[in-house]
């Protein structure tokens, strides 16, 4: 069995960038006053404006088991103006660096949970990818973990406080503003999120099967890449733009683009302190390994709430939300009179609403009369300097991601299953919990967990 210091060696002997020292990074140059952050993992998403081009801090260094990611990454990083950064051996090396406030975990979701974890015991606040975690337990510790240790965490999906909702047009917070108002009724809703109500749940997410082992690039660390995973001999496609496709290292279109969708959905629904009672699937039988498509997943809450997630999309003609008073919440139009799937920052649009009769309601004037919601701490900088804690945090976080796992268990059984949400466990089901509470491979399970 592999040591974490086994490991260290392991990627000194395979690292061959220069290490620029700390007292050259953070010299009389560098303003005493500014945060500092480095990236782990430099795929797709490290690119995006909130990790490469991100200004809010100052970018320091990278670490990735790609050598090839690495390169590019510092290349990438000088023309955003961050000028030479730091090509860390690993992220163990990353997490012993004090002049290191924030680590960005921009890896596959396989690692998230146990990165996490160690990046807090290490002193660091933490900007994590979503998914949060690959699994409940996972992401219960995790949860448990930062906030014992007082870190600030923020993942890395923003519509709970910010842009229009995706395809739905409007802020999430204007849809809160009628659920705290009792507009919707004074009980359960229905929720349905598919390609009717604007929101894609990306199928092409799927892995191939029958892979043959393929020679390991000299330029690539398998081992470290793998981590708390299981052993697998490598191959492309498990890797870099399709390991989405694969139980083992995230959930298809659910592990992409799920945590997007319910995590504002916890917070209009005014759920952040609880979870489903119970998850239901329906759909074809998944492969072992390789993600497939669902037809449709669906969640009940202890009020009797239901969320749909309607992946063949016989519920494309439903509305978004409807109240238990009969009202109902419609997509914004596009300027062609469709429903989108995406709307950027600049094309905010508001939202259609019907009264029980089915007639429209001016949803403006309604909006203007009503008391809004509390304001959020929204500015995770401001978060790391002032510790207060950031409003997508480790506990919210951690609620819409178990929204997350439920449907991949839900998945991989090929059916649904009762859950506890002050547990966090299945009910008198041992073969759910095993989806939901999964073991890591050594020697992540013990730097996972201990204190």
Not at 26 to 31: H, S
Request: a neutral charge; hydrophobic letters at 35%; charged letters at 25%.
């Amino acid at each position: 069995m592999m040591t974490r210091r086994d490991m260290l060696k392991a990627s000194t002997a395979f690292s061959a960038f220069n290490i620029i020292p700390a007292r050259t990074l953070f010299g009389a140059t560098a303003p005493s006053n500014q945060l500092t952050r480095a990236l782990i993992g430099f795929g797709i998403i490290a690119h995006s404006e909130n990790h490469l081009a991100f200004n809010g801090s100052r970018l320091v260094g990278l670490c990735d088991p790609d050598e090839l990611h690495v390169r590019e990454g510092i290349s990438e990083a000088e023309k955003a103006g961050w000028g030479k950064i730091r090509a860390y051996k690993n992220f163990m090396e990353l997490l012993d660096d004090k002049g290191v406030d924030i680590v960005h975990i921009c890896t596959p979701a396989h690692w998230h949970g146990c990165m996490s974890v160690m990046a807090a015991r290490a002193g660091k606040d933490i900007w994590c990818e979503k998914p949060m975690t690959r699994t409940v337990g996972e992401g219960k510790r995790v949860m448990e973990y930062v906030k014992t240790k007082g870190r600030m965490f923020r993942l890395n999906t923003w519509f709970r406080y910010q842009n229009p909702f995706y395809g739905f047009g409007s802020p999430v917070k204007l849809v809160r503003q009628l659920m705290e108002n009792g507009v919707l009724g004074d009980g359960p809703v229905r929720c349905v999120f598919g390609k009717g109500q604007g929101f894609w749940w990306k199928f092409h997410h799927s892995g191939r099967v029958n892979l043959k082992p393929e020679p390991i690039p000299s330029t690539f660390d398998w081992e470290m890449w793998l981590g708390p995973a299981p052993w697998k001999p490598y191959n492309h496609e498990r890797t870099h733009f399709s390991f989405r496709g694969y139980w083992d290292y995230d959930g298809g279109g659910i592990g992409d683009m799920s945590q997007h969708y319910l995590d504002p959905l916890q917070y209009l629904l005014c759920k952040d302190d609880t979870s489903p009672i119970r998850v239901d699937y329906m759909g074809p039988k998944q492969h072992p390994e390789v993600v497939g498509r669902f037809n449709r997943i669906t969640y009940e809450y202890e009020d009797g709430t239901v969320v749909i997630l309607d992946g063949d999309e016989s519920l494309k003609d439903e509305p978004f939300i409807t109240g238990s008073n009969g009202t109902t919440l419609w997509p914004a139009l596009d300027k062609d009179g469709k429903v989108g799937t995406w709307t950027n920052p600049g094309e905010e649009r508001m939202f259609r609403m019907r009264d029980a009769d089915g007639k429209p309601v001016d949803v403006a004037a309604l909006l203007n009369d009503l008391p809004e919601p509390a304001p959020q701490q929204t500015d995770f900088m401001d978060s790391v300097r002032t510790r207060r804690r950031f409003c997508l945090n480790e506990e919210t976080g951690f609620r819409s991601c178990t929204l997350a796992n439920l449907a991949i268990s839900a998945e991989r059984l090929g059916r649904g299953f009762d859950f506890d949400p002050a547990t966090m466990h299945a009910k008198n089901d041992e073969c759910a919990d095993r989806y939901l509470y999964q073991s890591m491979r050594e020697p992540w399970a013990t730097e996972f967990m201990k204190d």
